[in-house]
């Protein structure tokens, strides 16, 4: 089975950074999209960002000019750096992969906290 392990997420003071790193340790089957998602307290799950081997990412507006997130194909990780961080950031971010044809994956989360 795919098993996606999270790390980087923390509490950090407005305007700050994180980066967050998600690596899938077994590789066992191909990457189609690897990406990112949030859930705050009360809402539903998100899309952040989301990047195909291909380099392409796709990005909520609300993160856009602020947060970026890249690939590495042959370590099978993927990662989301984000700056000028807001009290709105703050929820639990999820990694995700979508294979082809062998399923969508989630990884366990991190807390990301945001402080005023």
């Known amino acids: 089975q795919v098993q996606l392990v999270e790390s980087g997420g923390g509490l950090v003071q407005t305007g700050g950074s994180l980066r967050l790193s998600c690596t899938d340790s077994r590789n066992i089957f191909s990457i189609k999209t690897m990406g990112w998602y949030r859930q705050a307290p009360g809402k539903q799950r998100e899309l952040v960002a989301v990047i195909n081997t291909g380099n392409y990412a796709n990005y909520a507006d609300s993160v856009k000019g602020r947060f970026t997130i890249s690939i590495d194909t042959l370590k099978n990780m993927v990662a989301l750096q984000m700056n000028s961080l807001k009290p709105e950031d703050t929820a639990v971010y999820y990694c995700?992969?979508?294979?082809?044809?062998?399923?969508?994956?989630w990884g366990q989360g991190t807390q990301v906290t945001v402080s005023s």
């Open positions: 995700n992969k979508d294979t082809y044809g062998h399923g969508i994956y």
